[in-house]
């Protein structure tokens, strides 16, 4: 058992984002096993309690406190481990210090005092926290971006009926992707402006389309999120329809494009309503959605795929929608790929990205049995995996589901847990194929490709390695860029598709070239 040790900062309030990095930097530390640096509300504390970081401090400690546990393999380095995180929060607090000697508003009374022109206010604090503060900035006349979880239902249909009654928009919760007038928020991606306009209730869903409508050389007006939530009964998608009527009436917006898992029956008509009023072409793609009947009669073009979302989109604003890949050069892929395969008989896909691991379930699943694959997402007819340390057959994990992330930060901050997994997957012999995604940008780790290139390589010395399949989200203008991240992949032995579904093909033809002998 390793050495836990804590500390309790008493009334520092510090936002999610920044304490994901902080625990991120203390987990790469030398014999550091795991740590955590949140606020210590009740739900932050059950969170300390289950990843075995809970201490009598930390349990005394008031919602207000900021608590810093982690375990590391020796008592000196897990204080070491506690004196980096306070040297980190202490610069952090000297650089809130503005050039010009006056402190950062800490406040949103004091930011609206220094500029009334704001209007947008983005809000990640703890749950406990965060519907009052989405409240009192819609009280302000502000649109809200709730980045915070942990949020009620009944609070998210409170705001959003507040939000709509004063004709604002409440992004969220759990809202990780948006780009307003240009401006890429939380995990967006530098991407053109343009004449395109996107609703999304899903976070990477969101990137894998905008990233591919700016490789077609078109661009952005609006990226509107909404939070996965919103479209259900229990919600009534208010957001959703609100950004899409927002579209409706945005003079730069020809093209509207419309992303999320399939919407509640009640909802998806109220949607489908307004796209039979509006003479905008719209593209509709419900994530793992097979009939379109109502989208169809409403006048919408409807897409199989993310990336079929983007084509249509690119087509429809006058752009030239080429196919992301011959077939000579994917016929030779998949040649390439089940040359590299082991003689190992199942797939194993690891993903940071939820809506990327979706879809590449709902690919899977239309051509492998469903019975054969497990999952902690599964879907219909899927098997949910028992123990999510051990995979079973054709695995597929989402790894920024809340099981992966209690006491850590998400992989797309930190892939640490992300990577570690796909070493362990390359070292079964009975795999004979890894699927993964990358996905860059704004609020990304920084070079997930270079660490994986490396765990690739350090496996490669070990034992012989399956075939290695993914794809990369971003653009050229992301930094690191997309074409430097794909290289390093490269270089590792990874054969790189230009897209998630067609990486989740790939996949899948190789496991059927295999069972096919």
Request: hydrophobic share 40%; glycine share 10%.
């Amino acid at each position: 058992m390793g050495h836990v040790k804590s500390l309790v900062v008493a009334g520092s309030y510090r936002d999610s984002v920044f304490l994901m990095k902080v625990s991120s930097q203390l987990s790469q530390l030398a014999g550091v096993e795991m740590a955590s640096v949140m606020m210590a509300t009740e739900r932050n504390k059950e969170l300390f309690q289950t990843a075995g970081l809970m201490t009598v401090q930390i349990q005394n400690a008031k919602p207000d406190d900021l608590a810093i546990s982690l375990i590391a393999q020796t008592q000196e380095q897990a204080e070491a481990g506690i004196h980096v995180a306070v040297d980190m929060i202490s610069t952090s607090n000297q650089e809130k210090k503005q050039s010009n000697g006056s402190k950062t508003p800490e406040r949103l009374e004091q930011a609206l005092a220094a500029d009334s022109g704001r209007n947008m206010a983005l809000i990640s604090v703890a749950g406990d926290y965060a519907a009052y503060e989405a409240a009192k900035a819609l009280r302000n006349n502000l649109d809200v971006m709730l980045y915070s979880d942990n949020i009620s239902i009944a609070d998210e249909r409170r705001l959003k009926e507040m939000a709509r009654d004063t004709g604002r928009i409440v992004m969220g919760p759990d809202c990780g992707t948006a780009i307003i007038n240009g401006v890429p928020l939380a995990f967006a991606n530098n991407v053109a402006e343009g004449c395109i306009g996107v609703v999304g209730a899903s976070g990477t869903g969101t990137q894998e389309v905008t990233c591919i409508i700016d490789q077609m050389g078109q661009g952005i007006s609006q990226a509107i999120g909404t939070g996965g939530r919103d479209l259900k009964q229990e919600v009534g998608g208010i957001s959703f329809i609100t950004g899409l009527q927002y579209l409706i009436q945005h003079d730069a917006t020809k093209v509207i494009v419309l992303i999320s898992k399939p919407p509640h029956d009640s909802v998806r008509a109220k949607i489908a309503e307004l796209i039979q009023q509006t003479t905008k072409p719209v593209v509709v793609h419900y994530v793992g959605s097979d009939d379109y009947g109502l989208e169809t009669a409403a006048g919408a073009k409807t897409a199989a795929t993310l990336a079929h979302t983007a084509l249509l989109a690119v087509k429809l604003a006058g752009g030239i929608a080429a196919s992301l890949i011959d077939d000579a050069v994917y016929q030779q892929k998949v040649q390439d790929a089940v040359d590299k395969a082991t003689d190992g008989r199942f797939l194993r896909g690891i993903f940071g990205g939820g809506t990327l691991c979706y879809e590449a379930l709902d690919i899977f699943g239309k051509v492998i049995d469903p019975a054969s694959i497990y999952s902690n997402i599964p879907l219909k007819n899927m098997n949910r995996l028992a123990n999510l340390q051990r995979s079973i057959g054709h695995t597929f994990l989402d790894m920024g589901e809340d099981e992966f992330t209690v006491g850590k930060p998400h992989p797309m901050i930190d892939p640490t847990s992300k990577h570690k997994r796909i070493a362990e997957e390359l070292a079964d012999p009975q795999v004979a194929v890894v699927l993964f995604d990358v996905v860059i940008g704004h609020g990304a780790f920084p070079d997930q490709a270079g660490d994986l290139a490396g765990i690739i390589k350090t496996a490669g010395k070990k034992h012989s390695l399956p075939c290695l399949i993914a794809s990369v989200t971003g653009t050229e203008k992301d930094v690191p860029s997309r074409s430097d991240q794909i290289k390093k992949l490269q270089d590792a032995g990874v054969i790189i598709l230009p897209s998630n579904d067609l990486a989740a093909k790939l996949a899948c033809d190789v496991i059927q070239t295999r069972e096919r002998g």
